[in-house]
């Protein structure tokens, strides 16, 4: 049990290799290799992610999508939605009211996963609640 005293080395977290888009497990550390090809993937979000499964509604290019909260943290959010990866730099309107978060968000990444699921990172530019953090 000794080694699982240290939990930030041991967080489990979802990557998405940017050389081969496959998803993965990763566990602890800011740096790793994808499982399926080892490219390097670094994680460039800067903060604790908060994980959860709130569902909403999105505003995708003038038709609501329901969509799910991955995880977020002060400065993004990762949400999975069905239908096509959105374009990366599109900007949408955020208000996922169970997370008090109402922002302008723009996407950085966006990748097809199996099926009809895409899942896309947002980074937030524009707090309308300039106390919003993560908990």
Known sequence: MAQFNDCQDNKVAIRVCPKCARAFYALGGDSVACNFCGAP??????????????RFLVN????????????YSSRG????YSGKPLDIDSIVDLDISELAIKVKARAV??????????YTGFKFIQFEKERFFAQ
Do not use: C, F, Q, Y
């Not at 959010?77 to 999975?80: Q, S």
């Open 41 to 54: 993937v670094v994680d460039r979000r800067g903060g604790d992610r908060v994980r959860t499964k709130v």
């Open 60 to 71: 995708m290019i003038d038709h609501l999508v329901p969509a799910k909260v991955e995880d």
């Open 77 to 80: 959010v990762m949400l999975a």
């Open 109 to 118: 990444w966006s990748r097809a996963m199996k099926g009809n699921v895409s």
